[in-house]
């Protein structure tokens, strides 16, 4: 019988304490990532070695009694060796027990039974060389999880619990921790993913501060602990900024301080490769930990060890930069830019009297001033014209919007003099004087209003400037319109219009252009709209001089558009499946009247 070496005996040991109780449980995939348990594979033994053999449960030391694997009471101390067990030469490329050995590790093996690099041996044949550093597959959310994250509050952040059971030669602290600046392999880490994807035609991944906190956490969690592990369900934390479109995180170590190298190893390996190419993911950041590491005197002791989380956003969060300490790539948003200064519910009021009778109703100025309203009747029918207002004759547009949140329809009114007004509905009929919310340098400005922000129930103002910035005003009641957010920049419109045009439960803007085309803003109910390429919805739109979103016009809930159009036209889009339907023509007189919005 081969004589085994007690280096070659540790590595069995530390192959032995993670292979689960049934072969297959947790086998891994090459062809992407795939979720794991947080329990058994989402962690491994710094210097795990995988075995030549198929094995069956093993049997445990505890300081109470043996019984197999997770069966027992008491703290594991180290497995059991079966003296039965003899380590063979295996390689990667050997067929024989290759796709039995991985079952435990999360690896893989192809059709010729070649090990992925999950499972390279933990000790070369050359003495003078350093072991092969430990691994573990990666850990990425599945959109069930994002799904269910995005019904509840994130978890809170939260430790690793203690006794996970975890074999390690010894237990290190947070004194072996060595407090270098690692900008550099931070950014080596960045570029090499970065100049990666840009190989394959993907779009370079961004750097967020607080998801690098994360995983600079984590990374100097697992150093301290020389243990290799996940942090279970980490897009929960709520410094992953609730992402919507996957989730990832890679782990690697080195005996040396080549922060590309750990990318080159994530490369080789087929399901970290996955997590570099995804073309989901839109932000990453990175946490590199120095230990005091010697693997000639202490084998397991690592000197790099490195984690990066990915996520994927619809709508980039603020504070979003192109690289590492780089710019922002919008400005930081107040936290309560979207909140409202009190919790509004939805309200009920008889509206039989007041002078706007429900959110279908066509509002317009004619040549002398009066504001008209045509009450909807329902079916895409309105009543006769009716005078509820005059003195509108130096109005540029007219918005009508519950502004209060008060169950009455008010005009919020973009004054040709630069002003923007506010007139408050009454219950009983007409509106209340006009109370000045902004004084002056509104005129130049193209305005939308809506209910934008998805955890407010007060409709808010967003104004286009002349540069093409696109700002957001939260609503202050009859405070002045000073207080504002950057929601996107480099627009041109010249006309805007908010609705649910998706039909997705958010506000989107619809943006005319001179060239009267209509690309779509679609919102998620964060202050800037999605990240993605904007569509262009709708065309020959070039004679609209008013869009005013509509509601329960075809039916309770139902949602829909009114255009008014040269040659005295004011059409009805419907938009309750979520495109724009055939229109059909509103009969009246319009000739001279401008539509409000």
Known sequence: MRKISARTLAAMICALALIPPAAGQLGGSS?????????????????????????GPPSFAYDG????????????????????????????????????????TGGTADAAGTLSTEAQPAYPAAEDSPPEPASIPPLSATESDLAALAQAPPAPTSAPAAGTGVLRTESLTTEALVRDDASAQINAVFNAINSYRASFGLPAVKYHATVAAMAQEWSDSIASREVIEHRSSFWTDPRALSPTNGAGEVIAVRWDRDAAQLVEWWKGSPAHNAILKDPRFTVMGIGITFTDGNWQTTPNRYTMWGVVDFFGYGTLPAGTTSSPGGSSEMPAQPASVCDPLVRHMPPTADLTAAAIKGPGDLVSVNS????????????????AQQVIGTGYGGAKELFVTD?????????????????VTLQSGAAAGGFLPAVTLGQSGWAGMTLAVGGWCANNRLPQLVALDGSGNLWLYPNRGKADLVERTLMASGVSATRLAMADYDADGFQDLLARQTDGNVRLYRGSGAPAPRAETRAIVASGWSDVTAIRPLRDVTGLNSTGLALRRAGDVV???DLSTGTLASPSSVPGAWAGQRLAQ
């Open 31 to 55: 062809s992407g990532p795939e979720p794991l348990s947080s329990s058994v594979a989402g962690r491994q033994t710094p210097g795990q070695q995988t075995p030549s053999v198929a094995l």
């Open 65 to 104: 009694g043996t019984g197999a694997a997770g069966s027992a009471p008491g703290r594991r101390l180290a497995p059991a060796v079966d003296p039965n067990i003899t380590q063979g030469n295996q390689k990667a490329g050997d067929q024989n027990g290759a796709a039995a050995a991985l079952a435990g």
């Open 368 to 383: 002398s001033g009066d504001l008209l309203n045509r009450p909807s009747l329902g079916n895409r029918q309105f009543g």
């Open 403 to 419: 502004w209060e949140r008060d169950g009455v329809f008010d005009l919020l009114v973009q004054w040709t003099d630069g002003r």
């Open 571 to 573: 059409q009805y889009w």
